[in-house]
């Protein structure tokens, strides 16, 4: 009965999501209720390659520049929820004045900036259980993720379905002996993100095997013109977020772009200040109550003195993924197309499902700390939006 174990994992970390957030709208940051477990082997928390592969196939083939973004927002889910919200609460703003707006507001400069992108926004907000999943996975083992994109984007490759377009240049490079493949925007000043089916773009086949069946495979919409939104981008100081491939992938931050838009990214933390290129770090500040993966992240996030509250990985973690993604073709089943599963068996994905009743007691656990309790609206959020367990679910705005 592992997928029911899974099921109340995912229903007790959107219990967690809904009280991470105190009256008047701010977060509670950085203590748990009890320090973090750790086990004899860490290896046991961690994800296993194809799971991986499994968790990055909907962005694998994204520009570098915009999957660098995506990972490190996937680390602050609680953010994306908010953010998403806000984008839609204030949909008169758009352009520029919207993304400094955005940067008013206390967040991580990695969500600030995807309120230029609000598809991408929306997506990763409306499949929250794969957005943490990946969040956590990048923190415990951001060069087996980095690996586990190339490694699509292989396949992609091979399979004739990834090549360069009028919105993208894909260039296979050698990076610490690696064959690496490099995606970036054919015009530095616009990014484009690309829409596919991992169902079919991974997969050999006929179709594909020519640069106009390659473009049908993997569309593009419109093209976010950030060179107009961000001060000096992207043809001087390209984008904020970049990619280190290789032996020791990770995501890296060019701070020139950062101090050239301190308007937009006033509240940007000590990761995002300095000059030139820089390794990207998680701000814990940023983190809210989710539980981090396992012991050793949390602890290390927290200067190694424990505390922080961790949870492992659920262990169906490589078939959680956007829908229409790789999966089981019943999509009721278990471990079926992301956000599909409905009912009592979703309190996240289609915000449709119910908390389970043994939950009582750690609501009750967090409403000593000051938390909201359950029932009331999102601080903030419109008419008849906010939290309706039992059977309505995690509800940010009213759906």
Same mark, same amino acid.
């Given at each position: 009965?592992?997928w029911?174990?899974d *099921?109340l994992?995912?229903?007790?970390?959107?219990?967690?999501?809904?009280l991470?957030i105190?009256?008047?709208?701010?977060f509670?940051?950085?203590q748990s209720?009890q320090?973090?477990?750790t086990?004899?082997?860490q290896?046991?928390?961690?994800?296993n390659p194809?799971?991986?592969?499994?968790?990055?196939?909907?962005?694998?083939?994204?520009?570098?520049?915009?999957l660098?973004?995506v990972?490190?927002a996937?680390?602050?889910?609680?953010q994306?929820?908010?953010?998403?919200?806000?984008?839609q609460?204030?949909?008169?703003?758009n352009?520029?004045?919207?993304?400094?707006?955005?940067?008013?507001?206390?967040?991580?400069?990695s969500?600030?900036?995807?309120?230029?992108?609000p598809?991408?926004?929306?997506?990763?907000d409306?499949?929250?259980?794969?957005?943490?999943?990946?969040?956590?996975?990048f923190l415990a083992?951001?060069a087996?993720?980095?690996a586990?994109?190339?490694?699509?984007?292989?396949?992609?490759?091979q399979?004739?379905?990834?090549?360069s377009?009028?919105?993208?240049?894909v260039?296979?490079?050698?990076v610490?002996?690696?064959?690496?493949i490099?995606?970036?925007?054919?015009?530095?000043y616009?990014?484009?993100?690309?829409?596919?089916s991992?169902?079919?773009?991974y997969?050999?086949?006929?179709?594909?095997?020519?640069?106009?069946?390659?473009?049908?495979v993997?569309s593009?919409?419109?093209?976010?013109a950030?060179?107009?939104?961000?001060?000096?981008?992207?043809?001087?100081?390209?984008?904020?977020?970049?990619?280190?491939?290789?032996h020791?992938?990770?995501?890296?931050?060019?701070?020139?772009?950062?101090?050239?838009n301190?308007?937009?990214?006033?509240?940007?933390?000590?990761?995002?200040?300095?000059?030139?290129?820089?390794?990207?770090?998680h701000?814990?500040?940023?983190?809210?109550?989710?539980?981090y993966p396992? /012991?050793?992240?949390a602890?290390?996030f927290?200067g190694?003195?424990?505390?922080?509250?961790a949870?492992p990985?659920?262990?169906?973690?490589?078939n959680?993924?956007?829908?229409g993604?790789?999966?089981?073709?019943?999509?009721?089943?278990p471990?079926?197309?992301?956000?599909?599963?409905?009912g009592?068996?979703?309190?996240?994905?289609?915000r449709?499902?119910?908390f389970?009743?043994?939950?009582?007691?750690?609501?009750?656990?967090?409403?000593?700390? /000051?938390?909201?309790?359950?029932?009331?609206?999102?601080?903030?959020g419109? *008419?008849?939006g906010?939290?309706?367990?039992?059977?309505?679910?995690f509800h940010p705005?009213?759906?």
């Amino acid at each position: 009965m592992s997928w029911l174990r899974d *099921s109340l994992y995912f229903r007790r970390l959107a219990l967690i999501c809904a009280l991470a957030i105190a009256p008047g709208g701010a977060f509670l940051y950085g203590q748990s209720l009890q320090p973090a477990p750790t086990t004899g082997n860490q290896q046991q928390d961690l994800v296993n390659p194809q799971q991986l592969e499994s968790l990055v196939a909907p962005i694998a083939l994204y520009p570098d520049a915009m999957l660098a973004q995506v990972l490190a927002a996937s680390t602050y889910p609680l953010q994306i929820v908010t953010a998403d919200r806000w984008v839609q609460q204030n949909s008169n703003l758009n352009g520029k004045a919207l993304v400094e707006a955005a940067g008013g507001q206390d967040w991580d400069p990695s969500i600030q900036a995807l309120v230029a992108f609000p598809t991408v926004l929306q997506m990763m907000d409306q499949n929250l259980e794969w957005t943490t999943a990946l969040g956590n996975a990048f923190l415990a083992q951001q060069a087996d993720v980095m690996a586990a994109v190339q490694r699509m984007r292989m396949k992609a490759e091979q399979a004739g379905k990834l090549q360069s377009t009028p919105q993208q240049k894909v260039e296979n490079e050698t990076v610490d002996g690696q064959s690496t493949i490099v995606i970036e925007s054919a015009d530095p000043y616009v990014i484009y993100v690309p829409t596919y089916s991992t169902t079919y773009v991974y997969e050999s086949g006929s179709s594909g095997s020519n640069s106009a069946e390659a473009a049908a495979v993997i569309s593009f919409g419109l093209g976010v013109a950030v060179g107009e939104l961000f001060n000096d981008c992207c043809g001087g100081y390209r984008w904020g977020w970049g990619c280190r491939w290789g032996h020791y992938g990770s995501v890296t931050v060019n701070n020139y772009f950062f101090n050239n838009n301190g308007n937009t990214f006033a509240n940007r933390g000590n990761n995002y200040r300095g000059n030139g290129q820089a390794a990207w770090n998680h701000n814990p500040q940023y983190r809210g109550a989710v539980p981090y993966p396992n /012991g050793d992240v949390a602890n290390r996030f927290n200067g190694g003195q424990g505390g922080l509250r961790a949870m492992p990985q659920p262990s169906n973690v490589g078939n959680l993924r956007p829908p229409g993604s790789l999966g089981s073709a019943n999509p009721a089943a278990p471990g079926g197309r992301w956000g599909e599963w409905g009912g009592a068996n979703s309190a996240v994905g289609n915000r449709g499902g119910a908390f389970p009743a043994n939950d009582a007691g750690q609501a009750r656990a967090f409403s000593d700390r /000051g938390a909201r309790s359950l029932g009331g609206g999102f601080p903030g959020g419109p *008419s008849g939006g906010g939290f309706h367990p039992p059977g309505g679910g995690f509800h940010p705005r009213g759906r």
